[in-house]
């Protein structure tokens, strides 16, 4: 059947590594040499941090959720606007 056409390993070998690009994206593997998260910092530090957690989340995007009320954030002494990267990750993840 399908495994006699002359194009099923070439499909299978396809199909496997978009299997593994869908694995890495869903699951970055991690590396040795990779920093470990920060738990809180500015709208661009945290949306940063998504992207590099496999989410493609824009600063602005975390700056809205601030303003509609669905982020908590803290205002700093020096301005800085500080959210935590666990609570947008879980919006990210909706």
Same mark, same amino acid.
């Given at each position: ?10 499909? #299978? *070998?396809?199909? #496997?590594?978009? !299997? ?15 920093? *470990?998260?920060?738990?809180?910092? =500015? !709208? +661009? ?10 989410? =493609?989340?824009? @600063? +602005? ?11 908590? #954030?803290?205002?700093?002494? *020096? ?8 609570? !947008? @990750? *879980?919006? #990210?993840?909706?």
């Amino acid at each position: 059947m399908i495994q006699e056409m002359p194009w099923a390993e070439m499909m #299978a *070998d396809e199909i #496997a590594g978009q !299997a593994m690009v869908v694995r890495d994206v869903v699951s970055p593997p991690v590396r040795a040499s990779d920093p *470990d998260p920060i738990e809180e910092g =500015t !709208a +661009r530090e945290v949306a940063a941090w998504l992207r590099h957690l496999g989410f =493609t989340t824009h @600063r +602005r995007t975390i700056q809205r959720w601030i303003d509609e009320g669905k982020l908590e #954030a803290r205002k700093m002494e *020096d301005g800085r606007v500080i959210v935590r990267l666990e609570e !947008a @990750r *879980d919006l #990210a993840k909706r």
